[in-house]
């Protein structure tokens, strides 16, 4: 069985955690806790391959917090980086945020980084402050998967990029030999537990 770590990152309320549980349950739920770190788990068959998900979906990422994101980069396999298409500043915490994952994987990864660029809340399209094509030429400057997305609207372009990046991140361990870093003896549950003291969800 393969072990696939993601992590989840932008802006508070970009709609993060709306977009993981629509990938993972198929459905949008209004409100979710946003002071907790959680780690959701899901068993998944991909290309006839089964496959143990992890996705690490880290309360806010404030400029106060910035440190808090130097564990999932480390631990993480590929990255959902989420902004809000209706709100400029989220854009470019992602901006930020792609910078930071590429600086840390600079010296390690000798392959592109699996992520995925998500411009979240496309229903909200009246009120849009970044054009479709700032994503798209965000997400080509950093190699990235890109589709602006409506996790209030839409279940079937969500699974899709979901499912392309897992794809990435399969071939990019075929390649790796440092395969496991962190698994068995440093499992992200523990980290988080030392770190920040947060709830494990399966869905
Ligand atoms: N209109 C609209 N609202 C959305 C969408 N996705 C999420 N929301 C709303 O945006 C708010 C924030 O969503 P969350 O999923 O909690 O965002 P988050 O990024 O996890 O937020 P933090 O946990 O605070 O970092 C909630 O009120 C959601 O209902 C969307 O696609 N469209």
Redesign the pocket.
Known sequence: MNDIKLA?L?????????????FLTKR????????TNSLYHKRLSIDGRQLNLEVF?????SEESKCILEEPLDWADGFVV?Y?I?DRTSFLNAKNILAQIKESRRETCKGEVPICLMG?????CHSRQVSDEEGRSLAQENKCLFQE??????YLEISNLFTKLIRHVMEQLKHRGDRRRYSGSKSMAKLINNVFGKRRKSV
């Open positions: 989840l932008g802006s508070e309320g970009a709609g993060k955690s709306a977009v993981l549980v629509r949008f739920i209004g409100e979710y806790a946003s002071n979906d880290p309360c806010s990422q989420v809000t209706s979240n809340k496309q229903d909200l997305v409506s996790a209030a609207e839409n």
